[in-house]
């Protein structure tokens, strides 16, 4: 707005205004060295009026953000309080010595072993985490103690909801694939000790409070997670990597407590890429290294080699479901359309057109399917292969499941999914 300033033999008068709001008045008085204000005295304070106008307004801006601050810290204080461990709930998993894995299921230690299917007892999973933690010398080796790693594995759990997918069993079972990666290879001998751990953390936590709709619904629905990450990319992952530290900053939760500065640092830094690199968009980007690291062998004096191996290992954990047995693939495959078509069914209900794979009056599963390992889950059990052999068994059934999903192809039918479930999905209360 223009600076109008009114100026009288003995007071100046000059608004400041930090465009496009005035947010005070300068008033100059009774000049001591002159009868009257002059031109010069103007100029001075229309300077001296922008700076007060910006001072003023930049302590307001302040205040506006402490006290969006402190609203913050009070919904995260709300959040962690529901998500508190119950004192009974932690004494029960941390009074006696953890089972052997093979107690939950007699093929608990078998890649082809469905967690998600096959494991009945949910209530058992917290245990079954120490479980194979301790089975994979974690425990010992880094001195966690029980007490905190049972919290902290709780409040990962109670972290999640409960979309027909992306859930706490989702969670368990991708963890359960690096478990069983690290039985088969003798301990995954081609990572450190300190990787091995990170990636394990990063298995349980990449999708915390996953809300069921992927990244690209959370851009054009205009969520709050939207605003908050889209300018750096991979909104849901940012989102369930924040959630992760949020929870190893809560009391009692910390489970690199005993690290030393160095290694604490080194770790979270690991698990932030790892859960960073779930994105299947930052996965693409980095094929093309990852097949030239496994064209001319993996180096282990190589740390670049390390960060694009783990890389692998933690998109193939999370796409485990693809080399499961064919009815537990299927199986999956319906929770997965499930989630899908209710996320096609909010972008309907917002005036956008879903995908074909979103829309449920248009996807033809097979084909599908077929698009996705092929392009997709394929060439990561692939490479995965070749940089561990042992893993062998899983991409041969994966190609046992493409083949089944051709013959379904070959039908010419569109197959539907079983909706036996309703999907705890909302609109953003911003949408409502």
Known sequence: ????????????????????????????????NGKFFTKYDEELANTFSVYCGISIYHSKLYNAVVASHSRSSLATELMLYHMKVQPEELEKITQSSLPPTTSFHPNFCKMTFCPKIQLKANDETVVAVMSMMNEMDLINKFQLHPDTLGRFVFMVKKGYRDPPYHNWMHAFAVAHFLYTLYCCSNRLPCLDDLEVLAVFVSCLCHDIDHRGTNNAFQVCSKSPLAALYTSEGSVMERHHLAQTLCILNSPGCNIFENFSDSDYKTIVGMIQNNILDTDIATHLKKLKFIKEMAS??????????????????????????????????????????????????????????????????????????????DGIAGPVFQLLSQLIPEIAEAYHSLLENREHWAALKATGKRFSIDITTELSVRLPTHVE
């Open 1 to 32: 707005m223009p600076r109008n300033i009114l100026s009288s033999l003995k007071r100046l008068t000059s608004p400041l205004d930090f465009s496009p709001t005035v947010v005070g008045v300068a008033q100059l008085c009774n000049k001591i």
């Open 296 to 373: 001319c062998g993996y180096d282990r004096s190589n740390p670049e080699h390390h960060k694009l191996l783990c890389s692998l290992i933690m998109t193939s954990c999370d796409l485990t479901s693809s080399c499961k047995t064919w009815d537990c693939s299927r199986a999956i495959s319906d929770l997965i359309y499930l989630e899908f078509f209710s996320q096609g069914d909010l972008e309907k209900a917002l005036g956008i057109t879903p995908i074909e794979m979103m829309d449920r009056d248009r996807a033809n599963i097979p084909e599908q399917q077929l698009r996705f390992l």
